[in-house]
């Protein structure tokens, strides 16, 4: 079973809807959380840091369930822009980080 | 967060040669990474560049293959060494911050060997 697991779609959805990724990371001491999104042939870029109380920047929504093991990311009212691979991040204490395959997401017109 | 830049950012190669790949960050951070991306594949970490001492390698990745280098806080290279095209990769540079652990990526090195 890998580390951090992800839907890896593909998601198409017509713009303005709102979708949503989860992913499952198994390794109970992971401390550390975040989305990371990658354009085409671009380098990851950070999204969001994901907290326990959960973190909202804009359209964009994280949430952590630890009893579950599973992270969140809600996007409202997408946009074409949004179009990419999205990447779920976890870092247990004192490891390194733990990329997911990621979900690649189609925002179309 | 932390601007990095690496060079190159591409290069065709043939096989049995090396390459440098060089990453430089505008502040001083204690964690560089090196990664390799397949095409259509999630980011695999090679090493954990340490200042000072020998790089941290992870399991399928050796010292022979991809000698690393870090003089300093702000720089360090990766040399993929005696390539062949299963080489042929994306190779990415990166930091992490001390205060918030997060993880910031260089524009990447494409690479293609032939």
């Known amino acids: 079973r890998k580390e951090v697991e992800q839907d890896p779609g593909p998601f198409n959805v017509p713009e303005g809807a709102t979708v949503a990724f989860n992913c499952t990371y198994s390794?109970?001491?992971?401390?550390?959380f975040f989305w990371y999104r990658q354009d085409c042939r671009k380098e990851p870029k950070l999204l969001m840091s994901v907290y326990s109380s959960g973190n909202e920047d804009g359209r964009f929504t994280a949430q952590l369930n630890r009893a579950s093991q599973y992270i969140s990311l809600l996007i409202r009212d997408s946009k074409l822009s949004d179009s990419a691979t999205y990447l779920c991040v976890a870092r247990p204490y004192g490891q390194n980080f733990v990329f997911g395959p990621g979900t690649r997401l189609s925002v179309l017109p | 967060s932390a601007v990095i830049s690496q060079k190159p950012s591409r290069d065709i190669c043939q096989r049995g040669t090396s390459l440098t790949i060089q990453c430089q960050v505008d502040s001083q951070v204690t964690m560089m990474f090196w990664y390799r991306q397949q095409p259509g594949q999630s980011l695999t970490l090679i090493a954990t560049?340490?200042?000072?001492?020998?790089?941290?390698?992870e399991s399928g990745f050796v010292i022979d293959k991809f000698p690393i280098s870090r003089p300093n806080l702000t720089f360090s290279t990766l040399t993929v060494s005696n390539m062949s095209p299963e080489d042929s990769s994306i190779y990415l540079c990166s930091v992490e911050l001390a205060q918030t652990h997060e993880q910031y990526f260089g524009p990447g090195t494409r690479l293609t060997v032939t």
């Open positions: 560049a340490n200042q000072g001492s020998e790089a941290t390698y």
């Open positions: 390794n109970s001491a992971s401390q550390s």
